[in-house]
């Protein structure tokens, strides 16, 4: 097609024909050689519009297809480029989501386990609450009212003990009722700290 088109007559050469063809009809102004020749020259002019034409159109197709190949490397680089950048926050979105199920499995298994020991706690506090207290083997479980009793009854016979000049009986007697003070301060305390802990539980 371009070989053809390159091949017709340049529009210089093609106007030099088209002069001489109608002066030449005028020359001969009667017969069909005139209009032949007249009509050649129109047919001539014709093609060489539709040449002029058909360049013009072919150029501007030309420079289309230049445009549309540049935009098409260009649109091919950034589809490269976006694909690269695709792999890469698809790689970090896997390192994260397996960094995401491993912080879950380990707070999984450290609920786990508090809920394991606050299970056992509260098995160990409703033991302790439910089993009656531990009297060390040789003592007696005495109702603090009797120490209390047994302890005004010993000051009473260090009193008379006292009056009577009996001086080691009044010190043995003022001795227990002292040894008996002590314990009852230790058991109030003992049951003032056990109050405490079952109002704070």
Do not use: W, Y
Request: with cysteine.
């Amino acid at each position: 097609m371009t070989e053809h088109i390159s091949a017709l007559p340049a529009s210089a050469e093609t106007t030099d024909v088209l002069r001489f063809l109608r002066r030449f009809a005028d020359l001969m102004s009667t017969g069909s050689n005139s209009d032949n020749l007249l009509r050649a020259a129109g047919l001539l002019e014709t093609h060489s519009r539709l040449l002029k034409e058909t360049e013009e159109l072919l150029q501007a197709e030309r420079i289309r297809a230049d445009a549309g190949a540049e935009t098409r490397k260009a649109f091919e680089l950034r589809i490269g480029e976006l694909e690269r950048e695709v792999l890469a926050l698809t790689s970090r979105l896997a390192d994260r989501q397996a960094r995401t199920e491993e912080v879950v499995a380990e707070m999984e298994r450290r609920q786990g386990e508090f809920l394991q020991r606050a299970e056992e706690a509260e098995a160990q506090l409703v033991a302790i609450r439910e089993a009656p207290p531990e009297i060390p083997k040789g003592s007696v479980a005495v109702p603090l009212s009797n120490l209390q009793l047994a302890k005004a009854q010993f000051e009473s016979l260090a009193a008379l003990f006292e009056k009577s000049g009996n001086i080691v009986s009044q010190v043995m007697c003022e001795a227990s009722a002292s040894a008996l003070g002590r314990v009852i301060v230790d058991a109030a305390a003992h049951d003032d700290a056990e109050g405490r802990a079952q109002n704070a539980a």
